[in-house]
């Protein structure tokens, strides 16, 4: 079986891709002239071993490169993704561990901050990911990320849900810069992108899941140093979070095309180039009139950004503890309440896990089939929990695995990715637009439906999961459809050229 493969001279040459990894023929050390061809072909040759572990069926050169790739920005994203869960959920731990009364919020404050949080996210969102496509996104992520740790700190000095409201905007606008961003940046093939999508997810679910863990340790500090144990919480939350955002300065790579990465080779960063260009994923360019008018009426944008409005809303109770509160109404203890909602955290982990590597393998690259799995079971939890007068056994089992929808977050980027990857800008602002439109929704949609002074039975929030549910399966094969549609024209117009 033959294969395209690109020399540094930038010539397509004819390969048998079984041979593909023997073509390594470098100069002396001491030439000045070398020829490098790089070892990675157009459609990987794969085999059972690739349903473990992608890199398996790939030549020794490609996986060299993407260990360190790997040890690097999958890393980096992760931790990155971590911290930014971390200081984003940790209101919510703070509130049911003694923040409500001591400052007092009985209202439904803590509607407020969650929204002041969305709002900052909201406007930072679009212009942070186009701006994205002009600067280093070695400099600007790693930037964003000190200012909304050095933020988080300040929270613990706050006496009234006033300068919390203010903390939580800014804190919002700093942290938009980087799911949306990562998911740009990520630099992957069709058949390694939602797994690393899906890890990379899945460290902001573990994030929330070490908040709960965390707030129950430091709750024992309350009185230290005149500090109550929530305002322990952000003090640490900090310590974690600002030598990772510092550290994104040394080690982020950037994109292929204008890295200067220390921990590349110029051989690598080549390879990186033109696995790129095998997936069609275009450079950066200018954006235009005609760019934007391409963009914006495509399909592309609103389906996909309806998909994720759909998702990010459908799941995690409006970003309300629901779980929590409704434990706290229940008489458990403070290590319970912030203890118990963390095994719903782990199974949604491990089902983000089950999910990539289904999509990757046994479904052959398709991102739909579990995104209907998603749907039917936000369904089936949040009908039962909409009737609530049900089975005590039963409700915690609908707590419990009620989360397991989130874990489709990596499948509809990667999804977004495949979709987009011939224009460079539509991808950045489709998949920006995609979370900023899910966020627009998650604004002002708990104000109406996950009313704090309703906790926990929160009757028309469960209803409204219910639809997005059902919205979810509906838009998924919408996609699917106008997708196989534009690949057949696309396949039709190459073989009449």
């Not at 020829?35 to 459609?43: C, H, M, N």
């Not at 495949?418 to 224009?423: G, L, P």
């Amino acid at each position: 079986m033959t294969s395209k493969e690109i020399t540094s001279t930038g010539e397509p040459v004819e390969i048998d891709s079984d041979l593909a990894a023997e073509e390594f023929d470098r100069s002396d050390a001491d030439s000045t002239h070398t020829r490098f061809t790089l070892p990675v072909v157009e459609k990987p040759k794969q085999t059972w071993r690739s349903y473990f572990w992608d890199t398996f069926d790939k030549s020794p050169e490609e996986r060299q490169f993407l260990f360190k790739l790997d040890a690097v920005i999958l890393t980096f994203a992760s931790l990155g993704y971590f911290i930014k869960n971390l200081d984003q959920i940790n209101i919510n731990n703070a509130f049911v561990s003694g923040m409500k009364e001591d400052l007092g919020l009985y209202g439904n404050q803590l509607n407020y901050m969650t929204t002041c949080w969305t709002v900052g996210y909201v406007i930072g969102e679009i212009p942070s990911n186009m701006l994205l496509t002009k600067v280093r996104p070695s400099i600007w992520i790693p930037a964003c990320e000190v200012v909304w740790s050095v933020l988080t700190i300040l929270l613990s000095k706050c006496q009234t849900a006033e300068q919390i409201y203010v903390l939580r905007f800014f804190i919002g606008l700093a942290e938009s810069a980087f799911y949306p961003g990562m998911q740009y940046v990520i630099g992957n093939r069709k058949d390694e992108l939602a797994k690393r999508s899906c890890i990379f997810h899945a460290s902001g679910t573990i994030g929330g899941m070490f908040s709960g863990y965390l707030m129950s340790a430091v709750y024992t500090l309350g009185g230290t140093n005149g500090f109550r144990g929530w305002q322990w919480l952000f003090i640490i939350n900090s310590s974690i979070s600002l030598p990772i955002a510092i550290a994104g300065f040394f080690f982020f790579p950037d994109v292929p095309e204008i890295t200067k990465a220390w921990w590349l080779t110029k051989d690598e960063i080549e390879l990186a180039k033109t696995r790129m260009n095998f997936e069609g994923r275009a450079n950066r360019g200018a954006y235009t009139k005609a760019k934007f008018r391409k963009i914006f009426t495509s399909w592309h944008i609103w389906t996909l950004t309806l998909l994720y409005i759909f998702f990010n809303n459908g799941v995690n109770y409006g970003s309300q503890p629901a779980f929590s509160l409704w434990l706290k109404q229940q008489g458990y203890s403070i290590t319970a309440i912030n203890s118990f909602p963390t095994i719903a955290s782990a199974i949604a982990v491990i089902f983000t896990y089950i999910y990539a590597w289904t999509s990757d393998s046994l479904f052959r690259g398709a991102r739909w089939p579990p995104m209907m799995f998603s749907g039917v079971v936000n369904i089936i939890t949040n009908t039962s929990l909409a009737v609530w007068d049900i089975p005590v056994g039963w409700k915690w089992a609908c707590y419990i695995v009620g989360l397991i929808g989130g874990g489709i977050s990596g499948l509809t980027f990667a999804w977004a990715h495949e979709i987009c990857s011939d224009d460079n800008e539509e991808r950045a602002l489709v998949v920006a637009t995609m979370n900023e439109m899910a966020y627009v929704v998650q604004a002002w949609l708990p104000l109406i439906v996950w009313q704090q002074v309703e906790a926990p039975q929160y009757h028309k929030g469960f209803i409204t999961m219910v639809f997005f549910g059902a919205g979810l399966i509906v838009t998924a094969l919408t996609i699917r459809f106008l997708h196989h549609r534009e690949l057949a024209k696309k396949a039709q117009s190459a073989s009449i050229e």
